[in-house]
């Protein structure tokens, strides 16, 4: 079975805005430390296919969109 990344948007992240957008919330099925807190969505992808895990986009609340 191959491993999740679940990861979600930052909520102070603006369009446009050239920083990382990304949080890493959870990790299952992969032993996998991350150090950096904001990444990219390239960096995911990246990091995904390197342990052959499915990223999982965790969706907002109705409050918070």
Not at 1 to 17: H, P, V
Not at 45 to 65: F, M, N, W, Y
């Amino acid at each position: 079975m191959a491993g999740q990344i679940f990861y979600r948007e930052r909520q102070k992240s603006k369009d446009g805005a050239k920083t990382p957008r990304y949080r890493i919330i959870a990790v299952t099925g992969v032993d996998l430390k991350v150090y950096g807190n904001h990444l990219r969505k390239v960096e995911l992808d990246q990091i995904a296919s390197a342990t052959q895990s499915d990223l999982v986009a965790l969706k907002r609340g109705p409050k918070h969109q």
